[in-house]
């Protein structure tokens, strides 16, 4: 079975563990390092002849169009990773729809495609704020992979479907397409590889619960990683001590593990692996809509 590769576009000020020491007002004061860090993973992937989808971040775009071409035309997939980074369950839906659009719009204008897959910031679509995903079926949005099926501090729902499925909403149906995570019991999942996931735990971890998706569960692995996890030389803005390790330990083990993994097991796109026209298991059936 192909896995799916997906890269979020931002820099290493964006994270959500380095919002309580920069806020957004300064990320244009900060030396940017997304081009460097961008091309670490763009020469990663052209060596292993794999292609990814980019989620990415419409900040970023707005401010280096020619970094989205680039990934574009190396034959990457091209997604959408929010305009500001903020997390969906702090915005009114008003607010999420502007920024989605807006996010859109500067990718397409960077890329010169539209973006048709979206990635909420730390995974923040979770119970309290499935009411975006109706909202990103009106913006255009056929596909999502914002519903991270685990126990977290800040996302998931841990009862949530591990494989591929349409969620119905009255602005129409969205796949989502939920990070890699195993099931441990009816309503618990652990996560199985990407960020912080794929840098702590041990490869022989994430090479056995890729298998156990692929074999037992039928269904596709998708891991993520992000440029600035692959450039150790990076400025340490975080502050706290799980703040820094969440966002800091691991980042020399990165680049050797995702290449481990390329040569291991194959990936794909999204859109390759899981094209919005395929066949899928509906979560709600119509005229129930999400609550």
Known sequence: MTNILTIDVEDYFHPTEVS???RGSQWDALPSRVEHATSLVLDLLAEAGVRATF????WVASRHPALIRRIAEAGHEIACHSFSHALVYSLTPQE?????R???DAIAQAAGVRP???RAPSFSITSRSLWALEILAECGFDTDSSIYPVRHD????PSHPV???RIYTPSGPILEVPPAAVPLSPRRNAPAGGGAYLRLLPSAYVAAGIRLLNNTHNAPACIYAHPWEFDPAQPRLASGAIARIRTYLGLHS???KLRRLLASFPFDTLGAVCPPAGVYPLLQPPGRGIS
Do not use: C
């Open 116 to 118: 048709r897959a979206y």
């Open 96 to 100: 999420f729809r502007e920024d989605t």
């Open 254 to 256: 990165m680049a050797p």
């Open 20 to 22: 309580t020491s920069v």
């Open 102 to 104: 807006d996010a859109a």
């Open 154 to 157: 800040r996302y998931g729902i």
């Open 163 to 165: 494989f591929p499925h």
């Open 55 to 58: 989620f990415v971040l419409g």
